[in-house]
């Protein structure tokens, strides 16, 4: 284990105690981004979106509490030490993915779309059902970037960003 993923374990530990859990980290960020980052805010000044905020020791946060990520790329663009760095596609630009959770009002037959209408890949679909009973959703992980649109647009809070190793963000 290198002293980043020790560091990072211990960070991950103390923020969980503290009941805030992982923390989301810019699109295409490697478990080196905390050794690289200088904290010079270039990324949180040109987000479009303003998603990106100054967290704990001065390092990027994303926040998908009012938006998601475009996934522009415009802080690959100014993040000179190389921080963030595209790792070939835009699916790959976070280590998580979108879940529907139970408490979704589309599953308890309530009409209501609104992670379809923000997932502007089309990862998140309403097929039509057998016997004229409501859709519900269903997520193309294949198409899924873990952009967040869908997280800040469910007015139930019913979108959870999970890892590949299925631990929440």
């Avoid at 949180?44 to 990520?69: H, K, M, N, W």
């Avoid at 030490?81 to 280590?95: D, M, N, T």
């Avoid at 009002?105 to 997932?119: V, W, Y």
């Amino acid at each position: 284990m290198t002293r980043t993923d020790n560091n990072n374990n211990r960070r991950n530990f103390f923020r969980r105690l503290s009941g805030r859990g992982d923390v989301r980290r810019p699109p295409w960020s490697s478990a080196a981004f905390l050794d690289r980052c200088s904290g010079c805010d270039a990324c949180i000044d040109v987000c479009p979106e303003g998603i990106l905020t100054r967290g704990g020791g001065g390092y990027p946060e994303l926040s998908f509490a009012q938006e998601g990520c475009s996934l522009c790329g415009d802080c690959v663009t100014v993040c000179e030490p190389q921080a963030i760095q595209p790792l070939g596609s835009v699916s790959k630009a976070f280590p998580w993915q979108a879940e529907v959770q139970p408490h979704c009002l589309a599953l308890a037959s309530i009409h209501c779309q609104s992670c379809q209408d923000a997932c502007e890949w089309n990862a998140i679909r309403f097929p039509l059902r057998p016997g004229g009973r409501p859709p519900q959703p269903d997520i193309d992980l294949e198409r899924c970037t873990g952009c967040g649109a869908c997280y800040a647009a469910c007015p139930n809070q019913a979108i959870s960003l999970l890892t590949k190793d299925t631990a929440h963000v």
